[in-house]
């Protein structure tokens, strides 16, 4: 163990130890006891108690946002390696229903490797639900469940693009599959960049909130003070795999383009850069190696050069490699907007859809240079 945070949401693995904690709570012994000396009543308050304004501002989110997010609960099979015998597992999560049509939006490490998937909606109604479109890297999925229109209330999305640091967050989910369960806080901070789980690749402009989190959270809302959907619950900076008051959640700027892609045609469809490796230095993002064929060599983007020498010796001739790295061309700034680090030159270009040609910055053997790139796809 390195000692750097875990990000992970897994639904199943604590549930028990949380039943075994409720359950010695109410553990009692049977022998002779003395009959304890009957209580006065307390006295009764007839008198409605009055909300403050913030927590009518918490019932109303709830009460509004809780129609629309559902429990999601899986079923895996996997085979012993030693015996081959099968072993069934299960985990659980939430999502937020997106349309009438019966689509659930949740996250893809939810529903990953699942052989069935049920979803519990908030009428208690529980359906059998199909994957229907998911992305690994930005770890998102939909699901399909067949119900009736007036079953399904649509959560309403709002914007992430203008979320400012310290106003109010609520996270909606089923954490330890304890269904329908709020936890208030804020937006502690905007544009985190978090590793993706698979493929190397950046997650990129995350929201992180102190709103409370724990497994079975992942894919549930989280909302501003109007029950707007303002990001997808995803993962929790932890050590434990319980809630340390560090959350995040993905912006929903980045769920309304790409879910639709995810219905349409069951997969998101990249800008393509043709960039193989970047490599982070002070005078800015070294083009190391671009793909042969690919818009950046199409755009005369340089990566390092290789240059091959024949040396003879005696009768034998030999051909040395090496690599002429000071060639390589240096990034500094995407459509005008600085990129120091590859987080920020990957959130840039993820803003664009293929086709889009991208202006680069770049430093050429010591001069400022520009060049117009045309994004493919992937």
Do not use: W
Request: hydrophobic share 40%; aromatic share 4%.
């Amino acid at each position: 163990m390195n000692g750097h945070p875990i990000f992970t949401f897994r639904g199943s693995a604590i549930a028990g130890a949380c039943a075994l904690t409720l359950l010695a709570g109410v553990s009692m012994s049977v022998g002779q006891r003395t009959p304890a000396p009957a209580l006065a009543p307390a006295p009764v308050d007839p008198a409605p108690v009055t909300l403050t304004p913030e927590e009518q501002a918490n019932t109303r989110v709830y009460e509004v946002a809780n129609k629309s997010v559902v429990n999601i609960n899986t079923s895996t099979v996997e085979y012993d390696r030693v015996f081959g015998l099968p072993v069934e597992g299960q985990g659980s999560g939430s999502g937020s229903v997106i349309d009438r049509k019966g689509h659930i939006l949740t996250n893809y490490h939810v529903v990953d490797g699942a052989q069935a998937i049920q979803v519990t909606l908030a009428t208690g109604q529980t359906l059998p639900a199909k994957l229907i479109g998911a992305d690994a890297e930005y770890d998102l999925a939909v699901l399909k469940v067949e119900a009736p229109a007036d079953s399904l209330t649509p959560i309403t999305m709002g914007r992430s693009d203008t979320l400012r640091v310290g106003q109010k967050a609520y996270a909606v989910g089923n954490p330890f599959g304890l269904e329908g369960t709020l936890t208030v806080g804020i937006v502690s901070s905007l544009n985190r960049s978090l590793p993706s789980r698979v493929g190397g690749r950046a997650m990129t402009a995350m929201i992180q909130t102190d709103a409370a989190m724990n497994p079975g959270n992942s894919g549930g809302p989280l909302l501003d003070s109007g029950a707007r959907m303002i990001g997808m619950n995803v993962a929790i900076a932890t050590k434990t795999g319980q809630n340390t008051g560090v959350g995040f959640a993905i912006p929903v700027d980045r769920l309304r383009r790409y879910v639709p892609e995810l219905i349409s045609q069951g997969h998101v469809v990249r800008p393509y850069h043709g960039i193989v490796t970047l490599m982070e230095t002070q005078e800015g993002l070294k083009v190391a190696r671009v793909s042969k064929g690919g818009p950046a060599e199409r755009a005369g983007l340089r990566g390092f050069r290789v240059v091959e020498k024949l040396r003879r010796e005696g009768n034998l001739l030999y051909k040395d490699v090496t690599e002429d790295r000071a060639y390589a061309d240096y990034i500094l700034a995407v459509d005008n907007r600085p990129t120091p680090s590859v987080s920020d030159f990957v959130a840039a270009m993820d803003a664009h859809q293929p086709g889009d040609q991208v202006e680069l910055t770049i430093l050429r053997q010591g001069v400022r240079e520009s060049v117009v790139l045309t994004l493919g796809s992937a």
